[in-house]
């Protein structure tokens, strides 16, 4: 670093500006971290994510906390299921098993005909999981461990950025909006979708993609939905016909996530004269916009546990750039928002994270280690989200699910005779 140790604020208390902030504090570099949140446990933090094996052994190790990771994480279930809207399975990936297993097939293979009736398969071991595979963890408790290992004092609750004020040579004030300032030589923005520092970078904005997510969840599933336990399997099912989808998979603690997917209007609820605080009438527009589908799959509709949640998604222009400009930067979604679709949101941001506070602490010069930083993260993110967008539009695409089909196929083989 310099001989003046730069001031370096990360906005925003998510994944990947925590990851920063303990890499940063590990190689000695001070930082401050403002979150507009309460406390660490003002709002829920969702449910289980779920990491790829190797981007999270990079980001974590970096940030020194891999043994603690691995220790709260399990693997994730990487069964993989495409349906169409009848219900016949079009493709079936079953992973290969851990040594030692028996009674499973080696290799996945796509099959015709309705789901199975067995139970879901069990998680390979640990220790045989692939470079693709995936862990997930309660994203409360991943918070809470990237947070425990930050110097007290670390995060500044409460802390909400109202605007940045150019001071020359790299340097902004902060204003927040209890009316405190503060200067920094370097100010990261890790807000997410609606950053605030974004918009002294770049004009780009947030934009509604055309596709909504409406999300629903099954309880100890394979115990009191049993049926929708079989359906799903041991990870993840799709199914999807015309520009629409039902997608799911395990969560984590015996729960199943759902989303049903389509395109439209994100005032749908509005336009269909329903509020989204009511079950039911949310229940019954759904049910009539899948009305031509299998039963069983209408079941995900009808039974699940609790209410809906109304998820528009939002995605930045790819490639999202900007200039470089001294002493901001930014990380996650706040540098590359795209849908959840590929789940790679959390795991991108961490990386970034990991890289930004290497890079700060790897250069004598922290504007250097920001260009290094930028020059890395932002083609790495254009791709992904380029990837990101072609798999949505094909799982929500006229003629649905065949670009889903042909992903599956790509990423997994194709076995067929």
């Not at 950053?195 to 904005?205: F, G, H």
């Not at 439209?264 to 509020?275: E, F, H, K, M, T």
């Not at 209408?298 to 546990?305: A, E, I």
């Amino acid at each position: 670093m310099t001989p003046r140790t730069p001031r370096i604020a990360i906005i925003g208390a998510g994944p990947g500006g925590l990851t920063c902030a303990r890499v940063l504090q590990r190689n000695g570099v001070p930082v401050t971290v403002f979150d507009h949140d309460a406390s660490a446990d003002a709002r829920p933090q969702g449910g289980t994510l779920g990491l790829p094996v190797t981007i999270a052994q990079e980001a974590l190790r970096a940030a020194g906390l891999y043994e603690e990771f691995a220790a709260l994480a399990c693997p994730e279930g990487q069964e993989v299921r495409l349906l169409d809207h009848t219900a016949t399975v079009l493709f079936h990936h079953v992973p290969a098993p851990a040594p030692g297993e028996t009674g499973r097939p080696e290799t996945g293979r796509p099959e015709t005909g309705r789901p199975e009736t067995g139970r879901p398969e069990a998680d390979r071991s640990a220790t045989d999981r692939s470079a693709t595979d995936r862990s997930e963890i309660d994203r409360a408790a991943l918070r809470r461990l990237l947070l425990d290992s930050l110097a007290p004092d670390t995060v500044r609750w409460r802390s909400y950025l109202r605007t940045l004020h150019p001071l020359g040579d790299g340097r902004h004030q902060a204003e927040f909006d209890d009316g405190h300032t503060e200067a920094f030589d370097l100010v990261i923005g890790a807000d997410g979708t609606w950053s605030r520092v974004r918009p002294m970078l770049s004009d780009a904005a947030p934009h509604y993609t055309g596709v909504t997510f409406v999300e629903s969840g099954f309880e100890d599933a394979d115990t009191r939905h049993p049926e929708v336990a079989r359906l799903v399997g041991g990870g993840s099912m799709r199914a999807e016909s015309a520009a629409q989808g039902l997608l799911a998979r395990r969560d984590g603690r015996g729960r199943i996530r759902l989303y049903a997917a389509f395109r439209g209007s994100q005032d749908w609820a509005l336009d269909a004269g329903v509020r989204k605080e009511d079950t039911e009438a949310v229940r019954a527009v759904l049910l009539d916009r899948f009305a031509d589908w299998d039963e069983r799959l209408l079941t995900l509709l009808r039974d699940n546990d609790g209410g809906f949640v109304n998820r528009p998604l939002f995605a930045l222009p790819v490639p999202h750039l900007w200039t470089h400009t001294p002493g901001l930067t930014l990380l996650g979604d706040a540098a590359h928002l795209m849908s959840p679709f590929t789940g790679r949101g959390a795991d991108l941001a961490m990386l970034d994270g990991a890289e930004l506070g290497g890079a700060l602490t790897g250069h004598g010069d922290p504007d250097e280690a920001v260009r290094a930083y930028e020059t890395a993260m932002l083609p790495r993110a254009a791709e992904a989200a380029e990837a990101d967008a072609r798999a949505l539009a094909d799982a929500l695409a006229p003629d649905a699910p065949r670009g889903s089909l042909r992903h599956l196929r790509a990423a997994f083989g194709d076995p067929r005779p």
